[in-house]
């Protein structure tokens, strides 16, 4: 499941994909009130709110994709998660790049991360300009550009006479040179180095399309996942599936079990 989170005045985590609480008496600005005063007004249905904390516990065996929505509810949320034994069961994701990195640095290696949408941007560019690229589509690793490598160290003559063949069995070292630089340089997010890491975007943008072979094909060397948000009809999804994403987020997930999904 993916669910955003927002905080109270208190700090409390508050599941709500919006800033706004719908409840049976009015909107309410989350952000506005504390939690105590949040939990008086009940949604339509009569549910209550959830905090975070509530959430996982009641539910602990739902895998869970957790978007920081502001820079407020970011303290609450890893008071929260500090300590837990179940954070294997987790993604922490946020638009923010330097939200994520953030909360990346306080938990550690102990649950997954989702590079916000600068660092996105970034690999996105390196794939297009062929910087990221796999040794092979069903293979996990890079496969060197030598001229990248070598331009600025005076071994350009050396790389080039060596038979294009021979330049895709690239040792480890070169690998872990090559990447490194990547890293350097921010075309590859560092969260993706130091933590487990998947890729979470729209199929597309506005006068951009994000989701493409070669986009997938440079996640995959990297070991990220990629996962397409939000997919409601099946042509859509099917033609994502097609291209090798491992996950859809979706609305209508009653809808593809039916279609065999």
Request: proline letters at 6%; charged letters at 20%.
């Amino acid at each position: 499941m993916e669910t955003d989170i927002h905080a109270t005045t208190d700090g409390v985590p508050v599941i709500s994909h919006d800033p706004l609480w719908h409840a049976a008496d009015g909107e309410i600005a989350i952000a506005e009130v504390s939690w105590a005063e949040l939990c008086r007004h009940q949604l339509p249905n009569g549910e209550q709110p959830f905090s975070l904390e509530e959430f996982l516990d009641r539910y602990p065996n739902i895998y869970l994709n957790i978007d920081a929505k502001t820079d407020a509810v970011v303290p609450g949320a890893l008071r929260v998660l500090q300590g837990r034994q179940d954070l294997g069961r987790l993604a922490l994701a946020s638009f923010s790049a330097r939200r994520v990195w953030k909360m990346a640095r306080y938990l550690g290696p102990g649950c997954g991360y989702l590079p916000g949408a600068r660092d996105i941007a970034r690999l996105l560019g390196g794939a297009a300009a062929g910087l990221v690229r796999p040794v092979h589509p069903k293979i996990r690793g890079i496969e060197i550009p030598w001229e990248t490598i070598f331009s600025s160290e005076g071994e350009s003559g050396a790389a080039r006479r060596l038979e294009s063949d021979t330049r895709r069995v690239v040792s480890g070292l070169a690998e872990k040179r090559y990447l490194e630089r990547l890293y350097r340089f921010g075309i590859v997010p560092r969260l993706c180095r130091d933590f487990h890491c998947a890729l979470a975007v729209p199929e597309s943008v506005p006068g951009m399309r994000i989701v493409t072979p070669r986009f997938v094909a440079a996640a995959h060397a990297l070991g990220c996942p990629v996962y397409v948000w939000t997919v409601n009809d099946l042509a859509s999804y099917r033609r994502l599936v097609s291209l090798g994403v491992d996950g859809i987020y979706t609305d209508i997930v009653s809808t593809l079990a039916q279609n065999g999904h």
